[in-house]
Nanobody
Framework: QAQLAESGGGLVQAGGSLRLSCAAS????????MGWFRQAPGKEREFVAA????????DYADSVKGRFSISRDNAKKTVYLQMNILKPEDTAVYYC?????????????????????WGQGTQVTVSS
């Protein structure tokens, strides 16, 4: 499956912004829903956001709605996560993931098992 590489993580103060990027090497990047997950210390990996293969549909975890925005550029084979108004509870390793299925119609309520390829993660730390 696709090879994914996240970048853009770092240390930011609460209220600040950060944009994560995920570069894909897969040949058919534009066929797959892409997602972002995160894992905080001592917690399980959780869903953050997803975007459909066409970019026409998105979904967000309740905890990030209104603050985070997922987007993609299929020509560049890259998916982004714009994170605004960051909070200390956003601190986690953020992972990019590619859907197991091609041309999925709906992106709502997707879970970890729906994604087959994962990046290595990028650390986001939000200080108070």
């Amino acid at each position: 499956q696709a090879q994914l590489a996240e970048s853009g993580g770092g240390l930011v103060q609460a209220g600040g912004s950060l944009r994560l990027s995920c570069a894909a090497s897969g040949r058919f990047f534009d066929r797959f829903t892409m997602g972002w997950f995160r894992q905080a210390p001592g917690k399980e990996r959780e869903f953050v956001a997803a975007i459909s293969w066409s970019g026409g549909s998105t979904d967000y975890a309740d905890s990030v709605k209104g603050r985070f925005s997922i987007s993609r550029d299929n020509a560049k084979k890259t998916v982004y996560l714009q994170m605004n108004i960051l909070k200390p509870e956003d601190t986690a390793v953020y992972y990019c993931a590619s859907d197991r299925a091609e041309f999925r119609e709906r992106v709502e309520k997707l879970g970890e098992r729906d994604f087959g390829s994962w990046g290595q993660g990028t650390q986001v730390t939000v200080s108070s």
